[in-house]
């Protein structure tokens, strides 16, 4: 008797669990699915986004209102001054948002001045296989100084945080590993003036210099969509618990006929 009461306990308690995991995996699946409508609806925005015609650059007052939500990738166009400064260099091996880039290279991060006075770091276009060349990337971005103002079209986007192993920034270089116009800004001393750097940068898709280096260009939305087949996965641990629980119980029943 008190073995069967034992085997009920153990029973009861495997039933829970099974009850439990199968919850879990269930309700990963369905917050996988909702992820998926939620990452299309993003891409439709996004797409939506890129489509339009450039818009006029939102004034330094409006600066703070702007979020990645909601201002991401829109496409602005307005008049600026490249700076004479040091440029910053941003190691990539290829583009997530560029078909036409493949690495590796750099990007050219370089500060321009508005008609305001107020700073926007504006990245120039891809260097191919600089390999971390200063004296190449210098070439190509002394290009673009002048002292008349040039019209740039592009898209407002936001800084990057580097993450546990991205490598740290190479001062002497110029070099970083993310997209942190700002980190770049304190580092370079763009805005030293006490001119105000905006919180975004520009990815550029016009003019494209005469020489084609550094290489703006038109930005495609690219975001990866996994979500249907990590809810099937879940889906399917689910099944796999209930399964085997199923032979467990199927087991039990046949031992305690034995039994008898």
Known sequence: ????????????GFGLFTLL???LFVGLGVWQLQRRLEKHALIDAL??????APGSLPSAALWSTL???????????????????PDAMVYSSGSAVRDDISGPGTWAFLPARLPT??????NTGFVQNTMQDRE????????????????????????EAAGVLTPAENLPKRLWFTRDHL??????????????????????EQPVPASGIPKPGPLQVHLKDDHMQY?????????????AFGVWLFGQKRASRVTR
Not at 68 to 82: K, L
Not at 117 to 122: C, L, P, R, S
Not at 150 to 158: A, E, P, T
């Open 183 to 204: 980190a770049m800004a304190r580092a370079l001393g763009w805005g030293a003036d006490a001119r105000p750097v905006a919180p975004f940068y520009i990815d550029l």
């Open 136 to 159: 190449q990337q210098d070439r190509a971005v002394t290009r673009l100084m002048t002292t008349a103002p040039v019209m740039l079209s592009g898209y407002i986007r936001f800084p």
């Open 231 to 243: 809810a099937i996965t879940w889906f399917g641990l689910a099944g796999a618990v209930v399964i």
């Open 47 to 52: 797409t939506e986004r890129l489509a339009l």
């Open 67 to 85: 979020t990645p939500a909601r201002d991401e990738f829109r496409r602005v166009s307005f008049p600026a001054v490249y700076q004479s400064a």
């Open 117 to 122: 006075g107020e700073i926007v770091v504006i």
């Open 1 to 12: 008797m008190t073995g069967i009461s034992i085997s009920r306990r153990g029973g009861i």
């Open 21 to 23: 995991m199968v919850a």
